[in-house]
């Protein structure tokens, strides 16, 4: 397939309004990590959607949750999002349908209105209310904003993301490929499997427990066979959170561990040998050091 057209896509909207749930729907498969807690995206994830029909290439940006930080790690995250809006081809703020608009949203549409860029509204988890109900949420919005177009949507059901990917490939420009075809996303396979690790912590652990761990792939190696040996440091910020991310005798820090396994080697289409410790570092979301160290940085 030749590429005639690109587009390059921005995700935003707060946290838990499904943004990541929505990327792995229009991916078709799972790029970036989900969980109930809010701020479960720390950087931006691509997903490379290639649409062979209009020969276009969607690179979609899903972002981290927009909110009032209050650590370095928050700023960082904040930062992203604000950059990922200018010089992209199209904006797409995700809303739950409550008929009010947010701080959080006021502050993207603000955002979007300075950087000049073409926008819709997708109004997610439209299984949880009535159809009668997004009347009230499409008025609210179209009062603050004029958006190219509105579309009422379920990510986690699939409905109407097909009808989501035709409307961004209007927005696609004459151009070669961002992306190889067989290419997927810009995350490398390391970072990839540390996510997964820190999706079974948000899922697993209680509280803000898990908002204040990190991971690092110390050792990624493939053997000739193809199965993959993966060590993992789970960071925490103090020594009581690593005695409840070990557990009894070990028992959670081995569930997590088997829950990220499984995840790995369907992401990796292989098997896999993961070995997890787990580190103390205190603070290491206030320290510009660490966050750098992690990944997190400009």
Same mark, same amino acid.
């Given at each position: 397939?030749?590429?005639?057209?690109? &587009?390059?896509v921005?995700?935003c909207g707060?946290?838990?309004?499904?943004?990541?749930t929505?990327?792995?729907?229009?991916?078709g498969?799972?790029?970036a990590?989900v969980?109930a807690?809010p701020?479960?995206?720390?950087n931006?994830i691509t997903?490379v959607v290639?649409r062979? &029909?209009?020969k276009? $290439?969607? *690179?979609?940006?899903?972002?981290?949750?927009?909110?009032?930080p209050?650590t370095?790690?928050? @700023?960082?995250?904040v930062?992203?999002?604000?950059e990922?809006?200018?010089?992209?081809?199209?904006?797409v703020?995700?809303v739950?349908?409550?008929? #009010?608009?947010?701080? $959080?949203?006021?502050?993207?549409i @603000?955002?979007?209105?300075?950087s000049?860029?073409?926008?819709?509204?997708?109004?997610?988890?439209i299984?949880?209310?009535?159809?009668?109900?997004?009347?009230? *949420?499409m008025a609210a919005y179209?009062?603050?904003? !004029?958006?190219?177009?509105?579309?009422?949507?379920? #990510?986690?059901?699939?409905?109407?993301t097909?009808?989501?990917?035709?409307?961004?490939?209007?927005?696609?420009?004459?151009g070669?490929?961002y992306f190889?075809? @067989? +290419?997927?996303?810009?995350?490398? @396979?390391?970072q =990839?499997?540390?996510?997964?690790?820190?999706?079974?912590?948000?899922?697993?652990? !209680?509280?803000?427990?898990?908002?204040?761990? &990190? +991971?690092?792939?110390?050792?990624?190696?493939?053997?000739?066979?193809?199965? %993959? !040996?993966?060590?993992?440091?789970?960071y925490?910020?103090? #020594?009581?959170?690593?005695? %409840?991310i070990i557990g009894?005798?070990?028992?959670?820090?081995?569930? %997590?561990?088997?829950? #990220?396994?499984?995840? %790995?080697?369907r992401?990796?289409?292989?098997? +896999?040998?993961?070995?997890?410790w =787990?580190?103390?570092?205190?603070n290491w979301?206030?320290?510009? *050091?660490q966050?750098?160290?992690?990944?997190?940085?400009?």
């Amino acid at each position: 397939m030749t590429i005639e057209k690109t &587009a390059m896509v921005t995700i935003c909207g707060r946290p838990n309004v499904g943004k990541s749930t929505l990327t792995n729907a229009l991916a078709g498969q799972k790029l970036a990590i989900v969980s109930a807690k809010p701020q479960t995206t720390r950087n931006r994830i691509t997903a490379v959607v290639n649409r062979p &029909a209009s020969k276009t $290439q969607l *690179v979609i940006m899903d972002t981290p949750g927009f909110h009032r930080p209050r650590t370095k790690l928050g @700023d960082y995250m904040v930062n992203v999002v604000r950059e990922s809006i200018p010089d992209v081809e199209l904006v797409v703020l995700v809303v739950e349908p409550i008929p #009010a608009v947010g701080p $959080q949203e006021q502050g993207l549409i @603000d955002s979007i209105k300075q950087s000049g860029c073409p926008a819709i509204l997708v109004i997610n988890k439209i299984d949880t209310v009535e159809k009668d109900a997004l009347l009230a *949420v499409m008025a609210a919005y179209s009062a603050v904003y !004029d958006f190219d177009a509105i579309l009422p949507i379920s #990510a986690m059901r699939k409905n109407g993301t097909e009808e989501l990917l035709r409307e961004m490939e209007k927005y696609a420009v004459p151009g070669p490929a961002y992306f190889p075809e @067989d +290419v997927d996303t810009d995350q490398p @396979d390391k970072q =990839v499997c540390a996510e997964l690790v820190r999706e079974k912590l948000l899922r697993l652990l !209680d509280k803000e427990i898990p908002h204040g761990t &990190a +991971v690092e792939v110390t050792r990624f190696s493939e053997r000739e066979d193809g199965i %993959i !040996d993966l060590d993992v440091t789970i960071y925490c910020e103090k #020594a009581s959170h690593k005695g %409840i991310i070990i557990g009894k005798q070990g028992a959670m820090l081995k569930q %997590i561990g088997e829950a #990220a396994r499984r995840d %790995i080697e369907r992401f990796m289409g292989t098997k +896999v040998y993961l070995t997890t410790w =787990v580190k103390v570092k205190e603070n290491w979301r206030d320290s510009a *050091v660490q966050l750098r160290n992690f990944g997190y940085s400009e």
